[in-house]
C-alpha cells in the first residue's frame, strides 16, 4: 500500500460508512494505491466490475477510493459506467 491514511467514514455518505462497518471489524486505510495479486490498482484506475456475455454487457468502474484493512482485503469504490458494445468496430 503506498501512501495509507486512517479511514475517516464521517467525509462519506452513510450508505459507505454502513458497507464500511459491515465490511471489516479490523482498522480501515484509505490508500492512494494497492497491490493485490499481483496487479496495481490506484485511484483513477478503470477494473472491469462486471461482464454477462462475451464482448458486450459489460461495467467498468473508475476506483473513486481505494480501502484496506493492511493486510489481504481491498475494498475499491468505484463510480460504474456501462461498455456499449459495436459490431462496426470490429476489424
Known amino acids: 500500500m503506498e501512501r495509507e491514511m486512517e479511514f475517516c467514514p464521517t467525509v462519506y455518505s452513510e450508505a459507505l460508512q454502513s ?4 465490511a471489516s471489524a479490523d482498522a480501515v486505510f484509505d490508500c492512494e494505491s494497492v497491490e493485490y495479486k499481483g496487479s496495481k490498482y490506484a485511484r483513477g484506475c478503470i ?27 481491498v475494498y475499491p469504490v468505484v463510480e460504474e459506467f456501462a461498455g456499449e458494445f459495436s459490431c462496426d468496430l470490429r476489424a
Not at 19 to 22: F, G
Not at 49 to 55: G, L, N, P
Open 19 to 22: 458497507v464500511v462497518e459491515n
Open 47 to 73: 477494473v472491469l466490475t462486471e461482464q454477462t456475455f462475451y464482448e458486450w454487457a459489460v461495467k467498468f468502474g473508475r476506483v473513486q477510493i481505494l480501502l484496506s484493512n493492511g493486510t489481504d482485503q
